[in-house]
């Protein structure tokens, strides 16, 4: 019964039937991960995809060079490795926890052989990876197209949509972790961050930030506006 109801609070699976959730808790296998461990590498098989029950995890891709680009921060109740997956691919990128976690795995082929008669999963899934793409296109367009202070007020905008309390964003990452994200370095972040306050934009404390000036943000995302 504990692992249903942790299935059952995972957006991926809100709305299904009692019969549908025990379906899918049969084939879930619970794993834990220390802090720093990967979960996987890029070009490993897509033998399965993953929910984070508790913990974080970072989605991340290195560069020849060994840079590090973040991709995703993954929070509890959020899927990852899902698309490697249902495309019957290796995975494009690679997966580590930043804290002590807790995951469900979910073998390919058997949620795949769920899906095929649960129409109602299906139209689930397809939605959040929907979700997804246009959080991935929204960073490419960040990263190419915006300066840092655009990229990190429409981080900020973005995920306290998200929250309970819209003008407090718990960070879950270190701000060498959110740089990293951002595709910059943490001296310029702190920077950036110190020249918001200033402006009463934020209120940025040790691990979160209180927007108060949400308007201002939008404008600096968009670009209509600059840091003085």
């Known amino acids: 019964m504990e692992i249903i109801k942790k299935i059952a609070s995972v957006p ?6 009692k019969k549908q959730l025990a379906d899918i808790a049969a084939i879930a296998v619970g794993q834990k991960y220390k802090r720093g461990q990967l979960v996987f590498s890029e070009g490993d098989e897509g033998s399965g995809f993953y929910v984070l029950i508790s913990g974080g995890v970072k989605i991340f891709k290195l560069s020849p060079e060994g840079k590090e680009q973040i991709l995703h921060i993954m929070g509890p109740g959020e899927p990852f490795g899902e698309a490697a997956v249902f ?9 580590r ?3 002590e976690s807790k ?3 979910f073998p390919r082929r058997s949620f795949v052989d769920l899906i095929t008669n649960n129409p109602a999963l299906s139209l689930n899934m397809l939605a959040f990876l929907s979700r997804r793409l246009r959080v991935l296109a929204n960073l490419v367009e960040s990263l190419s197209l915006k ?5 990190l007020a429409a981080y900020l905008l973005y995920y306290s949509k998200h929250k309970n309390d819209p003008a407090i ?5 270190s701000k060498t972790q959110l740089a990293a994200l951002l595709g910059t370095i943490p001296e310029t972040l702190s920077r950036i961050l110190s020249r918001m306050g200033k402006e009463k934009l934020i209120k940025a404390g040790l691990r979160h930030i209180q927007i108060l000036d949400r308007q ?10 600059r840091l003085t």
């Open 12 to 17: 991926l699976f809100e709305d299904l039937s």
């Open 216 to 225: 201002g943000l939008l404008e600096l995302s968009e670009g209509s506006r």
């Open 87 to 95: 495309a019957g691919e290796h995975f494009p990128a690679s997966a």
């Open 103 to 105: 995951v469900l795995f």
């Open 97 to 99: 926890t930043l804290s």
């Open 147 to 151: 300066e840092v202070p655009g990229r």
């Open 169 to 173: 964003l718990e960070l879950g990452i």
